[in-house]
């Protein structure tokens, strides 16, 4: 497949997701969760961003001197605001400075980044010039083309390519829609003395591709229910060139998938020492009373828990940020 194929291919699907696909997904979430949750979603997400301009400086900042494993968040300007909220949580509840890298998405504006700096501290920021440098150095196109095609047109998968292409060291990746209710010992353990590879339990097994292609290609069982919500890994041992291979295999003989990032850290994780974090201290799409009265450290606000989130829960936070 020459990088030209997969250019087109990848702007093709970009028509054909927003004259098609992007309306038509819209619908049926209005169907599904109806038009009035929506709205309401819609309205807590744009107060959300005009909160998150609001926070006062966190107690206690990040830092660039803070020992064990970088915090990566990959963000931008559709996203700012709820890193802004997960890592001033996580600052709140760890009680003690952590490095926090923002990896620019592309979209960051320099308002966004000088907001996360006030709110956060000593922030590390990494430009798409130093992540494209990187990439053509350690990933180039020539090598990787189905890597690089399908990062521009799945960006879930920056996680993996923008993060960690290049970089020595653990690096633990966090997604931006999670918030943090107390400390979370278990992940603070892992990021000071990082061993092996860490990630969280899902409700189900939400990979996008059957079992058997998955195992076929990595040639060892899977590990069950892996969530990508927090993903802690040393990029030095990823396969680059295996990775490129399922990459393109998957998309081959079974297309696209929204979850595609998750099936590929599943499989790159079937050959390791992987532990999962206690799923009722870190828990995937939280229910009701849980949302209304956090026992755990940790919620990931996925699927339908998405409209508590934005309707209910960053209210929350937002107080016991004051505190």
Same mark, same amino acid.
């Given at each position: 497949?020459?990088?030209?194929?997969?250019?087109?291919?990848?702007?093709?699907?970009?028509?054909?997701?927003?004259?098609?696909?992007?309306?038509?997904?819209?619908?049926?979430?209005?169907?599904?969760?109806?038009?009035?949750?929506?709205?309401?979603?819609?309205?807590?997400?744009?107060?959300?961003?005009?909160?998150?301009?609001?926070?006062?400086?966190?107690?206690?900042?990040?830092?660039?001197?803070?020992?064990?494993?970088?915090?990566?968040?990959?963000?931008?300007?559709?996203?700012? &605001?709820?890193?802004? #909220?997960?890592?001033?949580?996580? +600052?709140?509840? %760890?009680?003690? =400075?952590?490095? !926090?890298?923002?990896?620019?998405?592309?979209?960051?504006?320099?308002?966004?980044?000088?907001?996360?700096?006030?709110?956060?501290?000593?922030?590390?920021?990494?430009?798409?010039?130093?992540?494209?440098?990187?990439?053509?150095?350690?990933?180039?196109?020539?090598?990787?083309?189905?890597?690089?095609?399908?990062?521009?047109?799945?960006?879930?998968?920056?996680?993996?390519?923008?993060?960690?292409?290049?970089?020595?060291?653990?690096?633990?990746?966090?997604?931006?829609?999670?918030?943090?209710?107390?400390?979370?010992?278990?992940?603070?353990?892992?990021?000071?003395?990082?061993?092996?590879?860490?990630?969280?339990?899902?409700?189900?097994?939400? &990979?996008?591709?059957? #079992?058997?292609?998955?195992?076929? +290609?990595?040639? %060892?069982?899977? =590990?069950?229910? !892996?969530?990508?919500?927090?993903?802690?890994?040393?990029?030095?041992?990823?396969?680059?060139?295996?990775?490129?291979?399922?990459?393109?295999?998957?998309?081959?003989?079974?297309?696209?998938?929204?979850?595609?990032?998750?099936?590929?850290?599943?499989?790159?994780?079937?050959?390791?020492?992987?532990?999962?974090?206690?799923?009722?201290?870190?828990?995937?799409?939280?229910?009701?009373?849980?949302?209304?009265?956090?026992?755990?450290?940790?919620?990931?606000?996925?699927?339908?828990?998405?409209?508590?989130?934005?309707?209910?829960?960053?209210?929350?936070?937002?107080?016991?940020?004051?505190?």
């Amino acid at each position: 497949m020459s990088w030209r194929a997969s250019a087109r291919g990848m702007g093709l699907g970009r028509l054909a997701y927003r004259a098609y696909y992007r309306p038509r997904a819209f619908m049926r979430r209005c169907f599904d969760e109806g038009a009035l949750n929506l709205l309401r979603s819609h309205r807590g997400r744009r107060e959300m961003e005009s909160a998150a301009a609001r926070l006062r400086p966190s107690s206690v900042g990040a830092s660039r001197d803070s020992q064990g494993a970088a915090i990566h968040f990959l963000t931008g300007r559709g996203y700012w &605001y709820m890193t802004a #909220f997960c890592a001033a949580t996580l +600052l709140r509840h %760890a009680g003690r =400075p952590l490095h !926090l890298v923002i990896d620019d998405d592309g979209t960051l504006q320099p308002e966004h980044v000088a907001h996360l700096r006030r709110i956060l501290g000593g922030i590390s920021v990494r430009t798409p010039s130093e992540i494209a440098a990187a990439l053509d150095e350690h990933l180039p196109t020539s090598e990787f083309p189905a890597l690089r095609a399908r990062r521009l047109a799945y960006p879930h998968l920056r996680k993996l390519t923008d993060i960690h292409a290049g970089c020595s060291g653990a690096r633990l990746v966090l997604d931006s829609d999670m918030l943090f209710w107390s400390r979370p010992d278990a992940l603070l353990g892992w990021q000071k003395k990082p061993d092996g590879a860490l990630c969280m339990k899902d409700c189900d097994d939400s &990979y996008g591709y059957s #079992f058997d292609l998955m195992e076929q +290609l990595v040639g %060892a069982p899977l =590990p069950r229910r !892996l969530n990508v919500g927090i993903v802690g890994l040393d990029g030095e041992s990823i396969d680059w060139p295996s990775l490129e291979r399922w990459t393109r295999e998957l998309l081959e003989r079974e297309g696209s998938s929204y979850y595609q990032e998750q099936a590929l850290t599943a499989m790159l994780f079937a050959r390791r020492k992987v532990t999962f974090l206690d799923a009722s201290r870190y828990v995937v799409k939280p229910g009701d009373a849980e949302v209304h009265s956090p026992s755990a450290a940790l919620h990931h606000y996925v699927a339908e828990s998405r409209h508590a989130y934005f309707q209910q829960a960053w209210h929350r936070a937002a107080e016991s940020l004051k505190a």
